[in-house]
């Protein structure tokens, strides 16, 4: 059993910067691969950015490329977004999930987080 807790969402004004964290317990696998999504209210989860496990892929949906960094730390058993030059349109659900294969569509997710508010304050 693999359980994901994502935290670090709160309120922060345009232009300010967040750290998400997604810690990860039970059970791990060297193949995940680890993906931030998010659900603005009323629509949607859209797809926000992935990585693999072991680094040597990452990837960000257009909104956020340049403005966001997603890491990991495996001996930490968790995996970050750095959320840059936040807009108000990042205001959102964070959820952090994990995955068997490099598809990176909802349904090929099995393991997911609570979700974390973020509010960014125009």
């Known amino acids: 059993q693999v359980q994901l807790v994502e935290s670090g969402g709160g309120l922060v004004q345009a232009g300010g910067s967040l750290r998400l964290s997604c810690a990860v317990s039970?059970?791990?696998?060297?193949?995940?691969?680890m993906a931030w999504f998010r659900r603005e209210s009323g629509k949607e989860r859209e797809f926000v950015s992935a990585?693999?496990?072991?680094?040597?892929?990452?990837t960000y949906s257009d909104s956020v490329q340049d403005r966001f960094t997603i890491s990991r730390d495996n001996s930490k058993n968790t995996f970050y977004l750095q959320m840059d030059n936040l807009k108000p349109e990042d205001t959102a659900v964070y959820f952090c999930?994990?995955?068997?294969?490099?598809?990176?569509?909802?349904?090929?997710?099995?393991?997911w987080g609570q979700g974390t508010q973020v509010t960014v304050a125009s």
């Open positions: 990585i693999t496990w072991t680094g040597d892929k990452t």
């Open positions: 999930a994990a995955g068997p294969v490099w598809e990176l569509t909802e349904s090929r997710f099995i393991y």
């Open positions: 039970g059970r791990t696998f060297n193949w995940l691969v």
